[in-house]
């Protein structure tokens, strides 16, 4: 107990502390029926292995880089690369060299979606 909390208590402004945890108590009071239910529905696990066409078509899938095209990626990372190092490219500006300006429509049409 804090000092504050012994002052507070002595004075009569805050009752004292009970003497067991309430906290354990309403613990081991929860039973099977209190606990929420896990999701159900159209959910897709992307973890570790490629979604069919039915999972890709539903609206729980989300098209990231996790799940991205081979050719996708390897024009990100050209891109991206490049970026990093080229003094002349500024991509918030839209300033980029002749192979920045290459890479960058590349990657811009480079399909995301892996194809079936």
Request: hydrophobic fraction near 35%; glycine fraction near 6%; include cysteine.
């Amino acid at each position: 107990m804090s000092i504050l909390n012994q002052i507070a208590e002595s004075l009569g402004l805050i009752e004292p502390a009970p003497a067991s945890t309430p906290i354990q108590q309403a613990a081991s009071s929860i039973t099977e029926t209190d606990r929420p239910e896990p999701p159900q529905g159209n959910t897709v696990s992307i973890i570790g292995n490629t979604p069919t066409r039915e999972e890709a078509d539903s609206p729980a899938y989300i098209l990231t880089a996790a799940t991205a095209s081979p050719d996708w990626l390897l024009a990100r990372d050209q891109y991206m690369g490049h970026l990093m190092t080229c003094a002349t490219c500024y991509a918030p500006m839209g300033r980029y060299c002749a192979t920045g300006a290459d890479l960058r429509q590349q990657y811009q049409f480079t399909p995301m979606e892996p194809t079936p």
